[in-house]
């Protein structure tokens, strides 16, 4: 059963065009690495796809659910993971992931769970961690909401190699447990080792 359908998308900014009518599906239980080169449209078919930007022409329909008129709902199934995240530079991780669990309903030991196996200091303030360290917060954030369809853009640019394998592994932990995972990256290799689709 396809979860994810995009049909004949398409999205302009004036008179550029970034995305030009892709159509695709991804089936229930899925791990899809959506590929390619910096500034093809993958982070905009995203945005749209989480109803940050929406559709110039054809449709998104994630779980049945129109992306534009049923956003509100997406978001009780859906997980997103942006690229770059800002954050507020003077609050810990620790801080922030107890915002997050005010909204997702999870227990702050899923929070210690998650940091633990990424080696996140998570009493640290935002302002004193490294770029990988930074792309763990988001992660773990993303994660922290027991998601069925789980969106994540670039989720492992910044991540050394060992960080990059223990995410794969814990996504297929995800999919074991059946979500369906689309995520981006310019990084053919590891999408062709850890991806069922591309």
């Known amino acids: ?46 945005r749209s796809m989480v109803n940050m930007i929406f559709p110039t022409s054809g449709k998104i329909t994630i779980d049945g659910m129109d992306s534009v008129k049923d956003a509100k709902k997406l978001k009780h199934v859906m997980s997103y993971m942006p690229s770059d995240s800002a954050y507020y530079e003077n609050i810990t991780s620790e801080e922030l992931f107890r915002l997050c669990l005010k909204f997702s309903g999870e227990s702050f030991e899923r929070v210690l769970e998650l940091a633990s196996y990424f080696e996140l200091d998570i009493k640290k ?16 954030q993303a994660l922290l909401k027991n998601a069925e369809i789980i969106i994540l853009d670039e989720p492992t640019s910044g991540l050394d190699p060992l960080m990059q394998t223990k995410f794969f592994e814990l996504i297929k932990k995800e999919q074991a447990k059946g979500a369906t995972v689309f995520l981006s990256s310019h990084n053919l290799s590891e999408i062709e080792k850890h991806c069922d689709k591309v």
């Open 1 to 46: 059963m396809a979860v994810i359908e995009l049909e004949h998308f398409s999205k302009a900014y004036g008179k550029f065009l970034a995305v030009d009518d892709i159509s695709t599906s991804i089936e229930k239980g899925e791990i899809v690495g959506f590929v390619g080169k910096n500034g093809a449209g993958k982070s905009t078919t995203i």
């Open 125 to 140: 303030k935002i302002s004193e961690l490294s770029m990988g360290n930074r792309k763990k917060v988001s992660i773990i």
